[in-house]
C-alpha cells in the first residue's frame, strides 16, 4: 500500500507548525524525495498554503526548471541531508520561546519529559540568515548527530527520519522553552536528572507516540 503523498503531509507539517507558533510569515520544512528535497517556495503564505506552494529543488537546493523559488535559507536543509544519511525531514521556524532562550544565552533544559528528546541542543552564535552553503555546512556539522539546533536570537531547526518526526519534536523544543521561560519568576524550573533524560529518551522516543501527537495536532487544524 503506497503511504502518503509527500506534498499532502509536507503541507499538513507546515499548517501544524505555523498553528502552534513555529512558523510566522516566514518559516519552511522540507522532506527528502527523489535525489533532493521538497520544501515550501519562499513566497507561500504560511498561513494558507495548499500543495502548489510545495516546490522541488536537487541535492545542492536548486529549484526544478520552472518552478517556484525555494526559501532563500534553503542551504539549511540541503546541507543537513548531505551530511545526515539518517535525517528525512527538516523544519526551520521562528518560534517565541526558544528564541528568547537563545537570545538570553539562556541554556536550554529539559523540565518535562518530552523536551528530554531535545537537548541539549547547541546553539549557533549568529542570527543571520542561514543562506550560504557555507553557512548551511556549519549548522549542520555544528547539530553532528543530534536532533536540533537553536540559531541565537532567530530561531530553530529541528531534523529528524520523517516530517511527522521532526514536526513533533520542534513542537516538543518548543513548549520545553515555554515552560522555562514562564518558571523562571516563580523560581528555577525542576531539571530531569540524567536518569530521567534516558528513561525519557527510551520510553518516548516512540513511532506510535509521534504518530499520536500528530493526529492530535492534525485533527485541530480542522
Known sequence: MNGPDPRSELVTALRILEAN????????AS?????GLLINSGRSVRSRL???????????????????????????????????PDIGAVVHGHPSWSTLLSST??????????????????????PLSINTPALGREVAEMMDGGP?????????VVAGPDIRT????????????????????????????PAEIAACRAN?????LFAKAWEYYAAKLG
Open 105 to 126: 544565552g539562556t541554556p536550554y533544559r529539559p523540565v518535562f519529559p518530552q523536551g528530554a528528546l531535545l537537548g541539549p541542543p547547541p546553539v549557533f552564535s549568529s
Open 166 to 193: 521532526a514536526t513533533i519534536l520542534a513542537l516538543y523544543l518548543e513548549e520545553n522553552a515555554r515552560r522555562q521561560c514562564l518558571s523562571a519568576p516563580l523560581g528555577t524550573a525542576y531539571e530531569l536528572s
Open 21 to 28: 507558533g513555529i512558523m510566522d510569515f516566514n518559516g519552511h
Open 204 to 208: 518516548l522516543n516512540k513511532p506510535g
Open 31 to 35: 522532506v527528502r524525495w527523489s535525489g
Open 148 to 156: 536540533a539546533i537553536l540559531l541565537r536570537a532567530h530561531g530553530l
Open 50 to 84: 495548499t500543495d502548489a506552494d510545495i516546490v522541488a529543488a536537487d541535492e545542492n537546493g536548486n529549484p526544478a526548471v520552472g518552478a517556484e523559488a525555494p526559501p532563500m535559507e534553503i542551504p539549511i536543509h540541503s546541507e543537513i541531508y548531505r551530511r545526515r
